[in-house]
């Protein structure tokens, strides 16, 4: 969601006349958009920060003045603490007022410092400006577009409900609108994103609609081959979205699931309102919907109290189910969550020795589903030109990225490739003929003709 806030505050910018650089130094105004999910990624900023500051004091040296804005979740939980932290800072700005960013700029010319970290009455997508064609074509055939945003479940150790608010869903059209004008543009594939996306109920003339709806007629905008959403909570997981995976042919073969533990003992002091058997029975059901869906889930290790038992439960968890991939970390407390004012918080070296054994288990899975590609067609989305001069780079439908050794003309069209080997990361095709009784024009469509 940080990729696609960030291309929306480009898009905002770009219609103030602003220009993007790949090089900070030549830049008038630095946004460091920010995560503060975990602790980590939080430290972060202010190592960045201290780099801006002296970059910042170099450009004024020669007469350039630099703007600095820190955005995001941490913006929103920790403004007060950056500026004190760092004085090079102009605008702080949250997730949900960035619409303003203009306004806050004009506002840093005046005075010292703005921050805003207000959650406004307005609705921010009405107020961000549409990217150019130009430049939905350099942001490539697959694009993310947010449908929901904010969380209500209160999970005891996320910041997500603070930082990004309560649950909100965009209406039903308003995706539409967007979603046809990145196809116009060439966009082939999107990503509905949401922090609890599944729990989408986007207004359609008065009515809810549920995520099935809107994946079902996002699928029906003209150009678009693909469909995927994330991320999902378990209880959000309803009938109607299973039964999409089983009907609409352009939902992808691919679902993140984040269950976090296998141990009901933990689930209950995670406040996740689900067992460890809901979970897998509902994974059952997805799976007869559509046996070739790949899963994919979010774990954590050494939340508070958790014991060698409750771990091997959920080592025992994803050998039952099998992932074809994962994120996995160490749990990290987070300021004004419940779990961080916990008694019973595992030692640093535990949490390192259970997620080194966690990441093994599941890396072996990994390469178990990528090695089973091997020998067979599947249908590739070509995004890019590859890797090694002559090869072009695409995705399968279980998200794997695949090298090929074809024409750049391809990139945009979805085609039939024949896995023949895999790698690390990447798997290695060649292109197939098309499987007899496909539809022709799901095999190519180049990029322009839609
Ligand atoms: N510590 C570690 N991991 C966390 N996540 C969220 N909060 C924390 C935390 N405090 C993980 C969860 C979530 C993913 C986005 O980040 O696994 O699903
Ligand atoms: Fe955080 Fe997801 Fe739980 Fe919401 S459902 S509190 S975003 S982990």
Do not use: W
């Amino acid at each position: 969601m940080n990729v696609y806030d960030a291309q929306r505050m480009s898009d905002l910018l770009g219609a103030e006349g602003y220009a993007e650089t790949s090089a900070v130094e030549d830049a008038d105004l630095v946004i460091l958009n920010t995560c503060h999910i975990r602790e980590r990624a939080a430290e972060k900023i202010f190592s960045e920060l201290g780099r801006l500051r002296a970059l910042k004091a170099a450009r004024a040296e020669a007469g350039r003045a630099t703007r600095i804005v820190v955005a995001g979740c941490v913006a929103q939980a920790e403004g007060a603490e950056i500026y004190r932290r760092q004085s090079a800072v102009d605008v702080v700005v949250g997730p949900q007022s960035y619409h303003r960013l203009p306004e806050l700029l004009r506002r840093a010319e005046r005075e010292s410092r703005v921050i805003d970290t207000d959650f406004p009455a307005e609705d921010k997508f009405d107020f961000l400006s549409p990217p150019s064609p130009g430049r939905i074509r350099q942001r490539g055939v697959s694009a993310f577009v947010t449908v929901q945003e904010g969380c209500d479940k209160f999970c005891t150790f996320c910041v997500v409900p603070y930082t990004r608010g309560a649950e909100m869903s965009r209406p039903l059209g308003a995706v539409l609108e967007e979603v046809a004008t990145l196809a116009a543009a060439g966009v082939r594939e999107v990503t509905l994103l949401g922090q609890n996306v599944n729990a989408y109920h986007g207004d359609a003339g008065g009515r809810p609609a549920s995520l099935a709806q809107l994946c079902a007629e996002v699928a029906r905008v003209p150009g678009i081959a693909r469909v995927r959403y994330t991320t999902s909570h378990p209880n959000d997981m309803d009938d109607g979205l299973i039964e999409a995976h089983r009907r609409e042919e352009k939902l992808m073969p691919f679902l993140h699931l984040p269950v976090q533990s296998g141990s009901d003992r933990i689930l209950a002091s995670m406040n996740r309102k689900h067992t460890s058997a809901a979970y897998l029975t509902l994974c059952e059901k997805i799976r007869a919907a559509r046996p070739d869906i790949a899963l994919s889930s979010d774990f954590i290790v050494g939340f508070p109290g958790e014991t060698e038992d409750d771990f091997g439960e959920t080592l025992a968890l994803i050998e039952k189910i099998g992932f074809a991939s994962a994120f996995s970390f160490k749990y990290s407390p987070r300021p004004g969550t419940p779990g961080a004012d916990r008694t019973d918080q595992i030692e640093e070296d535990v949490k390192i020795a259970r997620l080194a054994r966690l990441q093994a288990l599941l890396e072996g899975q990994r390469q178990a589903f990528n090695r089973d590609m091997v020998g067979r067609t599947l249908d590739v989305l070509i995004e890019k030109r590859g890797r090694h001069a002559g090869q072009i780079a695409g995705k399968t439908g279980y998200l794997q990225p695949v090298q090929i050794e074809a024409d750049a003309g391809l990139i945009g069209a979805v085609v039939a490739v024949e896995i023949v080997a895999t790698g690390s990361n990447s798997l290695f095709g060649r292109l197939a003929h098309p499987p007899a009784g496909r539809p022709p024009e799901f095999v190519q469509t180049p990029r322009g003709s839609v």
